[in-house]
């Protein structure tokens, strides 16, 4: 009955850390502050899940405490990949290719929120999200020197007309 008890007190003082966390899944990418988003995460790490009048030494015992804590620390982990994401000079066919490849989504790019990052095991996709990113910068890269270049010849360039 105590154990009972226990398990019962486990899951509802985790419940009530869960909504805190999901709530942070729940944000729309589109409108992401990454900085903010890491914040947010070690507070709830720090301020909660660490905290011991918050979560006492007999809960930490519990095998769903250990994988909440875990699950806020892949987060926290996985907020520099969105961070990159976010900071990196995608085009609709660079989002085409993460959405289908890394993200495994068919939900369009505006309805995207956090916990699809969260979910979609970016640490393991590492590696291909990264040549993403790349071929994106890359080719940034190269539109921004030719725009300057054809801006620069046209500039240079003087046209009279004739009567």
Same mark, same amino acid.
């Given at each position: 009955?105590?154990?009972?008890?226990?398990?019962?007190?486990?899951?509802?003082?985790?419940?009530?850390?869960?909504?805190?966390?999901?709530?942070?899944?729940?944000?729309?990418? &589109?409108? +992401? $502050? @990454?900085?903010?988003?890491?914040?947010? *995460?070690?507070? %709830? !790490?720090? /301020?909660?899940?660490?905290?011991?009048?918050?979560?006492?030494?007999?809960?930490?015992?519990?095998?769903?405490?250990?994988?909440?804590?875990?699950?806020?620390?892949?987060?926290?982990?996985?907020?520099?990949?969105?961070?990159?994401?976010?900071? &990196?000079? +995608? $085009? @609709?066919?660079?989002?085409?290719?993460? *959405?289908?490849? %890394? !993200?495994? /989504?068919?939900?369009?790019?505006?309805?995207?929120?956090?916990?699809?990052?969260?979910?979609?095991?970016?640490?393991?996709?590492?590696?291909?999200?990264?040549?993403?990113?790349?071929?994106?910068?890359?080719?940034?890269?190269?539109?921004?020197?030719?725009?300057?270049?054809?801006?620069?010849?046209?500039?240079?360039?003087?046209?009279? !007309?004739?009567?």
């Amino acid at each position: 009955e105590k154990e009972h008890q226990r398990l019962s007190d486990v899951w509802t003082r985790l419940h009530r850390l869960w909504e805190g966390v999901s709530s942070l899944g729940k944000q729309d990418y &589109a409108g +992401l $502050k @990454p900085l903010q988003l890491r914040l947010s *995460l070690e507070q %709830i !790490l720090s /301020t909660q899940l660490l905290n011991r009048d918050v979560c006492p030494t007999w809960l930490t015992q519990y095998a769903p405490y250990q994988r909440m804590l875990q699950q806020v620390r892949g987060y926290i982990s996985v907020n520099a990949i969105i961070s990159d994401i976010a900071n &990196a000079p +995608l $085009k @609709p066919r660079h989002w085409k290719v993460i *959405l289908k490849n %890394i !993200l495994r /989504t068919r939900d369009p790019l505006g309805t995207l929120q956090v916990s699809h990052f969260w979910s979609a095991g970016l640490e393991d996709q590492r590696a291909a999200l990264g040549q993403i990113l790349s071929q994106a910068q890359g080719e940034s890269a190269i539109e921004e020197f030719l725009a300057s270049e054809v801006r620069d010849f046209w500039q240079g360039f003087r046209l009279e !007309l004739k009567p």
